[in-house]
């Protein structure tokens, strides 16, 4: 048996060939039926672009059906699939780059990527269908083959910062993704009735790999947006059955008056992820559209790893619910990491078959999270109810997640302290109504009255834009303890109401 996950999703479509199957700005991009050929049009294209079995193929593009044809394309072929922001800087591609060595990087004009360099190809993807790759796949007949693949093979490599300031590329498998998608679609009871509203991100797991893949896995429908856009969201709301979002979405509807229990009538899902969801914001929006959003738990390493209960008073607000099918977990703590009892917070565990293989190239930071009985450390805390559900209290690795995107401090304090002037840095996360957490940049300087607009121009120069601080402060000095380290817990809690009084 083929375990390419196209072969898989392909395999569903028996007897849905005349429904559509990407719609693009409310235009039917292709049916179920004509996908394939399309998939091999792409298909055709990366391998005349010399892409074979095992390669790596880079691509920072915005949302558009080009990038999840190409996608579908680099699984076809056997590659791996490298997805980048769009907002990366040429810098930080030039990084990944280096550290996943693709033989061909394909972005979009609007983004920014470092000069050509010998033995990686180029080409464009725009969403508007004019890019070279694209061009190139419309010439083509279509390649229908689907490369044979074992279930361990490599899928993908989403990249995710790490504690130490350097990306680090969760490699997933063909199995990680396949298991993954099954589980939800079991859990969440997907059908071929259903029909996606999607404006999630297509380079973030979240979209990709959970919003993608169960529309193709399902035979739905994907109504897929550049962007979040709310008034394109209200306006389209009454046509779809699922709807998948970050806070900031749910926040941003709220705000809308047309925003209303009647335009949400056929919604039978409100999925959201990605970061915390304040438990006022929960309440608000049962009580606008009678509905309560199911709120789950997942990280790049593993996709999605718990959920909510799928019945409307299985979905507790401030929980992220029980182990998906095939998952397993636990909450360690104390000497010899013992599993703990309910109730009492601990480091978060998990293993299944949705766990990524490692990290590309990195040995070390593998075996560092994967132990010697294959559960990974997740670097999350969190507390387990006697029913097993799970809440997630913290993050033990000073993780920030904002507006659903993963944000580590290292990293910007390693490019902030070498401003000007500069004497020290502090990066922390603090509650923020719309992003649910904020980047916070406290700074030790030589000069007490240094202007933060210089600070924030070497952050807008050399960082993506939702890696950027919202607040930048000046202090004389910081908290530490008897070892000289920067007590964070406490500048959490001293800049906790800087967004939210």
């Known amino acids: 048996m083929n375990a390419n996950l ?47 079995r095992g390669d790596r193929v880079m691509v920072k593009a915005e949302n558009s059906p080009h990038f999840a044809l190409t996608y579908l394309a680099v699984l076809a072929v056997g590659a791996t699939f490298v997805p980048l ?54 010439q083509l007949a279509p390649d229908l083959a689907v ?3 074992a279930e361990t093979d490599l899928a993908a490599i989403l990249f995710t910062s790490g504690t130490t300031g350097r990306p ?18 079991e859990a969440w009871r997907f059908s071929d009735a259903d029909s996606i509203l999607h404006t999630l991100p297509l380079f973030h797991a979240h979209g990709l790999f959970v919003a993608l893949h169960l529309g193709l896995y399902s035979a739905a429908t994907v109504h897929l947006l550049g962007r979040f856009d709310a008034a394109k969201v209200v306006a389209l709301l009454p046509t779809v059955s699922v709807f998948m979002g970050v806070p900031t979405f749910y926040t941003r509807l709220l705000d809308r008056a047309d ?57 507790i607000a401030g929980t992220v619910g029980y182990p998906l099918p095939g998952v397993e977990l636990r909450v360690v703590g104390g000497e010899g990491r013992q599993e703990l009892p309910p109730g009492e917070v601990g480091e978060v565990e998990i293993r299944g078959p949705n766990l990524c293989a490692g990290y590309w190239r990195r040995p070390e930071a593998t075996a560092e999270a994967i132990g010697p009985d294959g559960f990974f450390v997740t670097g999350d805390t969190g507390f387990r109810d006697a029913s097993g559900r799970l809440t997630i209290a913290g993050r033990s690795k000073d993780l920030i997640i904002s507006g659903g995107f993963n944000i580590y401090p290292a990293e910007l304090e390693m490019v902030l302290a070498d401003v000007e002037g500069v004497t020290d840095v502090a990066i922390i996360g603090v509650p923020h109504p719309d992003f649910g957490e904020a980047v916070v940049a406290l700074v030790t300087a030589a000069q007490p009255d240094m202007d933060p607009a210089v600070i924030e121009a070497v952050a807008a120069e050399k960082l993506a834009r939702f890696k950027q601080p919202k607040a930048i402060r000046i202090v004389p000095e910081f908290p530490r303890n008897a070892m000289g380290k920067v007590l964070k817990a406490d500048l959490r809690k001293a800049y906790a109401n800087l967004f939210t009084a």
């Open 85 to 138: 922001n769009p907002a990366y800087t040429p810098s930080e591609v030039a990084l990944l780059v280096e550290d996943a060595d693709p033989v061909l990087l394909v972005h979009s004009s609007a983004t920014a990527v470092p000069p050509a360099q010998d033995g990686i190809a180029r080409a464009t993807l725009e969403a508007d269908g004019s890019g070279s790759l694209s061009q190139l796949a419309a």
């Open 259 to 315: 925003f209303t229990r009647e335009i949400t009538a056929n919604i039978r899902l409100f999925v959201c992820g990605s970061a915390p969801l304040l438990p006022s914001v929960f309440t608000a929006f049962e009580e606008r559209t009678g509905q309560r959003i199911l709120e789950r738990y997942g990280m790049t390493e593993a996709v999605m790893i718990t959920s909510n209960r799928y019945e409307q008073d299985g979905r």
């Open 168 to 185: 680090k590329g969760a490699m997933l498998m063909h199995r990680n993704l396949s298991s993954n998608v099954a589980a939800l679609h």
């Open 6 to 52: 196209v072969a898989i999703f392909l395999s569903r479509h028996a007897g849905h060939e005349a429904k559509p199957a990407l719609i693009w700005n409310g235009e039917t991009v292709c049916t179920f039926g004509e996908l394939p050929a399309r998939i091999g049009q792409y298909r055709a294209a990366l391998i005349a672009l010399g892409v074979k």
């Open 147 to 149: 490369e044979a693949m």
